[in-house]
């Protein structure tokens, strides 16, 4: 199999880069910040250090998905699989009423929103009108996008006037021909038109977001590419460009394993089950997005998130990572993700610890491997 050549991704100085990172990470969110939010970050970061199990602090960023459709099937996507779009139908999507109903009580304290789990966000019609409803409640809003969606210069605006802050735009090549071995059913030319049509937006209404992105997945196939996307990325209407892995390459496993074992050596909790969380279309609360709809921990949009975030199904997810028993009693999910091998006595429901609490969906409606 081909390998990506890991000079194409260095640059000369990776510690600047990293700081660049960090530096527009922070910069996102920095409008945003009050008091209240501050002094949440902070005890949610001694809570995750201590692995508190009933943390005191709530998420000061989630993931809420805006819809669970697609109409591309990227080669390594749960769409790609015509199973698994057979399950999705066109009611599934969030709406202003209940993104309210989620994120109203923690309104104080939450600093920022990503509106994507699965799915690609501007197929939900009412995406711009959620962006408004949290940009006025002052919440940091972004998303993943393919922008490969028709979209009209009105359309544009709508996100500019709401105040979405980040556009993480997906763009795995610098022509159609590389672009279109991964993002099957996507087109170049009318990502490259949308990008064009919202920096005209923000041109015409003198605004400095969303932050347009160019988020290239570096495959062997598109990784000759780089240099071209470096050197294109302003003039074609873009802020700022990312690269990832493509996370099936034996390059992204291998710096997950070693991530891993620098985790499970030094007993250290897992960040997702502490500072963050994962929202569904429908207010379906789950850890993370490294598992599949195995752990299913309440439903936000019924229940208040705060009593969600600190009852026994999440408490019991966190005592997994306690440091005198870490790993014991760890969800199979979990040991699974962190690299643990699993228990024999273990099966997929728990094992010592009971963890029939934790709802787990029928083998045949699990998503497939997440993009
Ligand atoms: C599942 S997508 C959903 C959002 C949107 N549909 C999109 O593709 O941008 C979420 C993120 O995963 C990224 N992604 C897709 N395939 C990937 C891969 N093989 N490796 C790493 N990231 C990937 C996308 O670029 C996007 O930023
Ligand atoms: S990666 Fe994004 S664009 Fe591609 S199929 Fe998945 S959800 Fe759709």
Not at 2 to 15: G, N, R, V
Not at 52 to 58: D, I, L, N, Q
Not at 215 to 225: C, I, L, R
Request: hydrophobic residues 40%; charged residues 20%.
């Amino acid at each position: 199999m081909a390998k990506i050549d890991p000079s194409t991704l260095a640059e000369p100085h990776a510690l600047v880069r990293r700081a660049v990172y960090l530096q527009r990470h922070t910069a996102l969110a920095l409008p945003y910040l009050t008091p209240h939010k501050v002094a949440n970050l902070i005890l949610n970061e001694i809570e995750l250090r201590l692995a508190r199990t009933r943390p005191h602090s709530v998420p000061p960023y989630i993931k809420v998905e805006a819809t669970p459709l697609c109409h591309l099937s990227c080669g390594a996507c749960w769409h790609h699989s015509k199973a698994y779009k057979k399950t999705l139908n066109n009611k599934m999507h969030l709406t202003v009423e209940r993104i309210a109903r989620i994120v109203d009580p923690i309104v104080r304290e939450l600093v920022g929103v990503s509106l994507s789990y699965s799915g690609e966000p501007l197929l939900n019609r009412e995406l711009s009108q959620i962006v408004r409803y949290l940009h006025e409640r002052r919440i940091c809003t972004g998303f993943p996008t393919n922008l490969s969606v028709p979209m009209t210069p009105s359309q544009a605006e709508a996100f500019v006037t709401a105040g979405l802050d980040q556009m993480l735009i997906s763009l795995d090549g610098a022509c159609e021909e590389t672009y279109l071995k991964y993002r099957i059913g996507g087109s170049f030319e009318l990502v490259l038109q949308n990008v064009s049509k919202m920096a005209e937006a923000k041109r015409r209404l003198g605004a400095k977001r969303p932050i347009l992105v160019w988020k290239m997945v570096v495959f062997p196939h598109n990784s000759q590419e780089i240099p071209i996307v470096r050197r294109t990325w302003r003039s074609l209407g873009f802020d700022a460009v990312e690269f990832v892995l493509d996370h099936q390459s034996a390059e992204s496993n291998a710096i997950k394993a070693q991530a891993n074992s620098e985790m499970v050596a030094g007993r250290k909790p897992c960040f997702w089950a502490w500072n963050t969380t994962v929202i569904g279309w429908d207010g379906g609360v789950q850890p993370c997005c490294q598992q599949v709809n195995e752990i299913q921990l309440g439903n936000a949009a019924d229940q208040d998130i705060r009593t969600i975030w600190r009852a026994e199904p999440y408490a019991r997810l966190r005592a997994g990572f306690a440091r005198d028993r870490y790993g014991e009693d760890m969800h199979p999910v979990c040991r699974r993700c962190v690299g643990l091998p699993a228990k024999a006595q273990q099966s997929n429901v728990g094992g010592d610890v009971d963890y029939a609490v934790l709802v787990h969906e029928p083998e045949s409606e699990k998503r497939p491997q997440s993009a």
